[in-house]
């Protein structure tokens, strides 16, 4: 009896281990059979560079931050004349205003200059990403073409990839497309007028934050 047990419960393992072995040669089946990754490879930072459109931005954006630091360097003139005309005429003027006019010509060359500087430097970098977006967004559908016609599954930029075969590489392929659809970017100018603008929104933003404190 103990004979028959042990040989129906050898039969029952010997099931067990052909069954998970047929679900093994199963799952390594599917897994051949299915699809394989198709991996595709990119750098828009060559893309915007090299592109037509790409190349129109450095020249641009010289021209943008030469108008602006010429509008800046004119105020920045301006400010130090009113400075020396204050100087030169403080004695003449009542205590009233002569406490008043320094207050504002040093609250200038304090905090309104160097504030103009700033929101300058940070509306030039962001023309330059605007305009390079611009070519981002019409390099997209080009991308989506090239992964449908090559059946890959994912696109990835090369900043992202440690290594990579060169086949896996679509960048001059992209530049290609994308010269032409465009050959030029514009790089968004940047005027004085518009720093004092954003100037004033702020010091308004201030004051309100201040007030309901």
Known sequence: M?????????????????????????????????KAPVILTVSMETVIAQSKAGKTIPGQAEQVRNSVTK??????????????NFQKNAELMSEEVRQKTGQELQAQAQYAMPQRQQIAEQAF???IQNA???????????????????????????????????????????????????????????SLAEIEKQLREAAKAQAEAAKNQ
């Open 2 to 34: 103990r004979k028959s047990i042990i040989a129906i419960t050898g039969a029952a393992l010997l099931g067990v281990a052909g069954f998970a072995g047929q679900a093994t040669f199963s799952a390594v089946e599917a897994q051949s059979d299915a």
């Open 71 to 84: 509008e800046l360097e004119a105020e920045q003139a301006k400010l130090q004349k009113d400075i020396e």
């Open 125 to 127: 970098r962001v023309a």
């Open 132 to 190: 390079q977006v611009k070519i981002i967004n019409e390099a997209q559908p080009i991308m989506k073409d090239i992964i449908e016609r090559r059946g890959a599954t994912v696109m990835l930029d090369t900043t992202s990839v440690l290594y990579a075969a060169v086949e896996t590489d679509v960048t001059q392929e992209v530049i290609a497309a994308l010269d032409k659809k465009m050959d030029t970017v514009e790089v968004q100018k940047i």
